[in-house]
């Protein structure tokens, strides 16, 4: 299965350590959203779309992106974001957007991510050494349940 993973990742790297690992399981292409060609995209038959969470949104530039593509009856997505916060809400909201465009989507995962956001700056930061370990081994998990149950 020719996969292709689309992620935006900014500050310190979150989402792309994840992006990473998934594609490592998956066997996919990896590509940060400032090199996708959305033409290319119809030849890949599963697609991620990771995001880190800006203001409580996946980034502006990965939404624009799915605005632009057109479903095509064949292709299977899922979607994937970092966060200070507990991320499953800002994960589902993804999925919800990707779901209107009337894409066929398979999975979703979502995990805390280092943040040095507004006064959290001031203490260090949150949830330093994150995505650790245990985040890897849960991306990775999500990978594999994703190639088993596309098989």
């Not at 490592?24 to 940060?32: F, H, V, Y």
């Not at 465009?101 to 959290?120: A, H, Y």
Request: with cysteine.
């Amino acid at each position: 299965m020719k996969t292709l993973i689309i992620y935006k990742s900014i500050h310190y790297g979150n989402t792309e350590k994840i992006a990473q690992h998934i594609a490592s399981i998956l066997g996919a292409e990896l590509m940060k959203i400032e090199e996708v060609n959305p033409k290319v995209i119809k030849s890949y038959d599963l697609i991620g779309f990771g995001s880190g969470i800006y203001y409580r949104k996946p980034h502006k530039d990965l939404l624009k992106l799915i605005s632009q593509l057109k479903s095509t009856q064949n292709q299977k997505y899922f979607v994937f974001t970092t966060s200070a916060r507990n991320t499953a809400q800002y994960t589902a909201n993804l999925k919800k957007i990707v779901v209107q465009k009337g894409f066929d989507v398979v999975g979703e995962f979502s995990c805390v991510g280092f943040s040095t956001w507004g006064p959290l700056k001031i203490v260090g930061g949150f949830n330093k050494g994150r995505p650790n370990g245990r985040d890897i081994k849960n991306a990775e998990r999500f990978a594999n349940s994703l190639r088993e149950g596309l098989k």
